[in-house]
C-alpha cells in the first residue's frame, strides 16, 4: 500500500492531486503540524528534514515533492503523465517540474518563513525579505503566464496534462493572499488554467477530502 504522509494544504497537495489522477489504492496518513509531528522522531525516521511530504511505496521511503510525482508519474506509465523518456517533451518537464520546485517554491518558503533569513526578533529585516520574494514571485508568475501564452494549450506542457500540473497548480494558490502584487488568479492565462485545474475530479476530491476553503485560488 502506498502511504501519503501529508497536511492540509501543504506541499503533500500536488501528490495527493497526482495519486487520485493515477487512480491507485493509497493511505493518507495525516502529519499534523500543528502540534509539531512533523519534528517528532518517528517522523524524523522518515525525513530527517521535518518537512512534509513523505511517501511510503513498499519499503521505498521518499521526500522531495518533485521526486515523489516523478516516482508516481514513471512507476503508472499507464497513466502518460510524463512524456516518453528521451524526448524533448521529456526534457521540458523536466525543466519546468524543477524550475517549479527549485525557483518557485524555493521562494514560496521565503516569502512565508522571512524570519529564518534574518537574526532572530529583526521584524524591520523580515518584512524585507519577504517583500523581496514576493517581488520574485511576480517574476514567477509572468513565466508561467507567457508560457501558457505562447503554446496555448490548456495545461503547463500544452495539450499534454502531466505531473508538473499538480505543482503548479499548488503554488499558484498559494499566492490567493497576497496583497500590494496580483495572485496567480489574476493573470490573464493562470486563471483559466486554475479554473480548469478546480475542474478536474482529481483536483475536486482532493480538495474535499482536505478540507480545505475558499478561496481556493
Given at each position: 500500500m502506498v502511504i501519503l504522509h501529508y497536511f492540509p494544504s501543504n506541499a503533500s497537495f500536488a501528490p495527493h492531486v497526482?495519486?487520485?489522477?493515477?487512480?491507485v489504492p493509497f493511505e493518507l496518513q495525516l502529519v499534523d503540524r500543528t502540534?509539531?509531528?512533523?519534528?517528532?522522531p518517528e517522523y524524523l525516521k522518515l525525513n530527517p528534514n521535518g518537512l512534509i511530504p513523505v511517501l511510503v511505496d513498499g519499503d521505498l521511503v521518499l521526500y522531495e515533492t518533485a521526486a515523489i510525482?516523478?516516482?508516481l508519474a514513471d512507476s503508472h506509465p499507464q497513466a502518460a503523465l510524463v512524456p516518453a523518456l528521451g524526448s524533448a517533451e521529456r526534457a521540458m518537464f523536466y525543466k519546468w517540474l524543477f524550475w517549479l520546485s527549485n525557483t518557485m517554491q524555493a521562494t514560496m518558503m521565503?516569502?512565508?518563513?522571512p524570519e529564518r533569513s534574518v537574526d532572530a526578533g529583526?521584524?524591520?529585516?523580515?518584512?524585507?525579505?519577504?517583500?523581496?520574494?514576493?517581488?520574485?514571485?511576480?517574476d514567477c508568475l509572468r513565466q508561467l503566464d507567457e508560457l501558457l501564452a505562447?503554446?496555448?494549450?490548456?495545461?503547463l506542457l500544452g495539450t499534454r496534462h502531466s505531473a508538473a500540473d499538480p505543482l503548479a497548480f499548488m503554488?499558484?494558490?498559494?499566492?490567493?493572499?497576497?496583497?500590494?502584487s496580483p495572485p496567480a488568479r489574476d493573470?490573464?492565462?493562470?486563471?483559466?488554467?486554475?479554473q480548469r485545474m478546480l475542474e478536474r475530479p482529481a483536483v475536486k476530491r482532493a480538495i474535499e477530502v482536505e478540507k480545505l476553503l475558499p478561496p481556493l485560488v
Open positions: 497526482l495519486l487520485r489522477e493515477l487512480g502540534q509539531g509531528a512533523h519534528k517528532a510525482l516523478l516516482h521565503t516569502y512565508f518563513y529583526n521584524a524591520a529585516a523580515a518584512a524585507q525579505v519577504k517583500e523581496h520574494a514576493q517581488a520574485r514571485l511576480g505562447d503554446h496555448c494549450g490548456p495545461w503554488l499558484c494558490r498559494w499566492t490567493r493572499g497576497f496583497v500590494g493573470y490573464p492565462h493562470i486563471g483559466p488554467y486554475l
